[in-house]
Nanobody, 127 residues
Framework: QVQLVESGGGLVQAGGSLRLSCSAS????????MGWFRQAPGNEREFLAA????????YYADSVKARFTISRDNAKNTGYLQMNSLKPEDTAVYYC????????????????????WGQGTQVTVSS
């Protein structure tokens, strides 16, 4: 069993930056791909970025490519999402997730591919 806890959200002005962290319990996390999603009020949960278990492969949604960077530190059991050039439309609850199929070659991008989820952290971008 893996538990995920996000942190680093908050209020930031447009154009600013935030770095979200996803701290995982359990040694198996380092063998799982992980991803970041967000959900704004009234909207469906949206895929943002994913990274494979070694950190060698990443994939981004077009909406955040070139602004967001996903990374991980398996020694610390932690994943990250660096968010730059934030816009008011980035306002949402941000979730990290892990895919428990160990050492997958592909980078999962669909919600149903993830079976561990954090509680989410609020990001609010003011104009």
């Amino acid at each position: 069993q893996v538990q995920l806890v996000e942190s680093g959200g908050g209020l930031v002005q447009a154009g600013g930056s935030l770095r979200l962290s996803c701290s995982a319990s359990g040694r198996t996390f380092r063998r799982y791909a992980m991803g970041w999603f967000r959900q704004a009020p009234g909207n469906e949960r949206e895929f943002l970025a994913a990274i494979n278990w070694t950190g060698s492969k990443t994939y981004y949604a077009d909406s955040v490519k070139a602004r967001f960077t996903i990374s991980r530190d398996n020694a610390k059991n932690t994943g990250y999402l660096q968010m730059n050039s934030l816009k008011p439309e980035d306002t949402a609850v941000y979730y990290c997730a892990a895919d428990s199929r160990e050492k997958r070659v592909v980078v999962p991008t669909k919600i149903y591919e993830y079976d561990y989820w954090g509680q989410g952290t609020q990001v609010t971008v003011s104009s």
